[in-house]
């Protein structure tokens, strides 16, 4: 049998956007997925293409986000183009908003670090209730302050992992769904990857597997832990007449309902979501925005956030090349990224992003 010429295992927002780069480079990948019953961040996210906040003490990944919601349009073209799907983007900017004067302030010293870095590249207000609620008189009075990014955006993450799905398989990739790879071990020219279906022969293995690829990384020499975080999230009904911002807790998706979120909590692996939590999320958005009181909630989950130890990507890589660990938090965002730029850097190519800083070897340095 023929070795599969990349093969990328796991099916997720980033293990499908990686593969569609690699199509669009014209290297031929096969996508080895697990099942439906595993735990998918890209199927319970928030949905935000979001920049406040991010890498305020990590230069490279405060850069690196940056670039991804300059690219995001362009991501949407090539989707567009090749599936004929909307994923729904609106850059229109996006608050963060404070019901605790300290969390501002902390907040605020963060987007002070973020801009040191990226300067121009990140546009930001401050604003007090008042200013606030000068903006949007609906906000409630316990909303003490905001920030604002007026790059700040979102997207419908079922839409988008939908429309890579498309995207990857129309340009000829091998998706296949049911694959869990259960154990790696290197041939003399690769790797093969054994999966209830059988094994699977690859000159090069692109690791993307979520939470899942813990008991994988060490297989392919990678020491990177990551651990999952609960996030639980609410969606209302559908209401007739647009909400007039976006907030990195309350947003309205294309369809019309509105969506809360969301929590973060250590919490092992139970994918359950909570009265507690939700409650608590139910009690913030009222407070936020009042006029949601009578807005009833149709749904909610819990979905399981995959943390770094520093919360910032991993893309690292064997010695010859030919194994990648690709992981990070906020895959949604650095979609764009990880479609326009990683599979550069996969191919070693000269015009490849730096991403050394991104290195594995950082937590052990
Ligand atoms: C509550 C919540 C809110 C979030 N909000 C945002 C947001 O607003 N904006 C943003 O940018 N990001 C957000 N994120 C993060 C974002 O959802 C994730 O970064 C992204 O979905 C990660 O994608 P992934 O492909 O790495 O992982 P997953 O989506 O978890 O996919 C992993 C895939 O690997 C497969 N797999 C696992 N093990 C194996 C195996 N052994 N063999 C083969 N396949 C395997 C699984 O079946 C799965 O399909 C949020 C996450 C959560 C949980």
Redesign the pocket.
Known sequence: MKAAETVI?????????VALGLLQAGVGVTV?????G?????????????LQGKGAQFAPYARWTSAALDSWPALCTLLQDVTGQQVHLDQTGGYEFFTDAAELADFTSDLERQKDILGNDLPYEVLSGEALRKRFPMIGPKVLGATYCPLDG?AN?LLL?RALRLAVQRLGGDLR?N????RIHRTESGYA?H?PQGAVTADRVVL??????M??APQLGFQTQVHP?????LITEKLSSPLPFLS?TIRQVNEGGVQI????ENAGLSPADTLAKTAWLARHAVEVLPALDHVRVVRSW?????KTQDGAPVYARSNDGTAHL??????????AQHVLALPKWIESRADAPDLEAFDETRFTV
């Open positions: 295992i796991g099916g997720g927002i980033v293990g499908l956007s080895l997925d697990g099942e439906d595993d735990l998918r961040a890209s199927q319970g996210n928030f949905g935000l293409v979001w979102h993450p992992l769904p694959h869990r790879v259960t990857l999966t993307c597997a979520g939470l899942g690829a008991p994988l975080q609960r996030g639980e999230l990195s979120g969301g929590t973060a819990a979905a399981q956030r995959i690709v992981t990070c938090h906020s895959g949604l965002t650095l979609a």
